[in-house]
T-cell receptor, first 117, second 112 residues
Framework: GAGVSQTPSNKVTEKGKYVELRCDPI?????LYWYRQSLGQGPEFLIY????????DSGLPNDRFFAVRPEGSVSTLKIQRTERGDSAVYLC???????????????FGPGTRLTVL | DAKTTQPNSMESNEEEPVHLPCNHS???????IHWYRQLPSQGPEYVIH???SNVNNRMASLAIAEDRKSSTLILHRATLRDAAVYYC?????????????FGQGTELSVKP
């Protein structure tokens, strides 16, 4: 079946602009996660949705970052007033779990590479 | 969250076994040990997980020390496709929202 998809695959923007990154999870997966990966580092957690609600947004670096999942499937990560330090690969993952359990497998998309000039 | 320590890099020859170590000396009794790997230009993918007993699946085996302070991911016959960064991750039984906390991982290169 179809995996997690993310669009666009690449996004180049200028400092100060607004960007939206989209994630389509695997159908039926209730949990959705956003991570950010800088060059040479492991992915860093940003936010976790259970259904439509953000259950844990402790990883969002500041209030320029916001994410929504209005119908419990597709999610959009929004970044306002982008800065050069926001340049990274943004990864989305989804899982079946109702409660984000410790044995629940996360399935990752290929990521969106964001470059802020 | 308990921390894991892995070597930065390892090398292997094709078709030979590979043992990727992970130290987690502060592991708690309810932490599961998970392994994910990330192939070049792709998102991470699940490999295997375990709690106390050794585990096998079609991709790999996981050997867990008796005191659970370390574990080893075993690829029985490395292929060129196994070249990736391998992450050892601890997840609490009642995980806070299911998030994965990645370290630096081990970059495995496989020579033909």
């Amino acid at each position: 079946g179809a995996g997690v998809s993310q669009t666009p695959s690449n996004k180049v923007t200028e400092k100060g602009k607004y960007v939206e990154l989209r994630c389509d999870p695997i159908s039926g997966h209730t949990a959705l996660y956003w991570y950010r990966q800088s060059l040479g580092q492991g992915p860093e957690f940003l936010i976790y949705f259970q259904g439509t609600g953000a259950a844990d947004d402790s990883g969002l670096p500041n209030d320029r970052f916001f994410a929504v999942r209005p119908e419990g499937s597709v999610s959009t990560l929004k970044i306002q007033r982008t800065e050069r330090g926001d340049s990274a690969v943004y990864l989305c993952a989804s899982s079946l779990s109702v409660q984000g359990g410790s044995t629940d497998t996360q399935y990752f998309g290929p990521g969106t590479r964001l470059t802020v000039l | 969250d308990a921390k894991t320590t892995q070597p930065n890099s390892m090398e292997s020859n094709e078709e030979e076994p590979v043992h990727l170590p992970c130290n987690h000396s502060t592991i708690s009794g309810t932490d599961y040990i998970h392994w994910y790997r990330q192939l070049p230009s792709q998102g991470p993918e699940y490999v295997i997980h375990g709690l106390t007993s050794n585990v096998n699946n079609r991709m790999a085996s996981l050997a867990i020390a008796e005191d659970r302070k370390s574990s080893t991911l075993i690829l029985h016959r490395a292929t060129l496709r196994d070249a990736a960064v391998y992450y050892c991750i601890l997840r609490a039984l009642y995980n806070q929202g299911g998030k994965l906390i990645f370290g630096q991982g081990t970059e495995l290169s496989v020579k033909p």
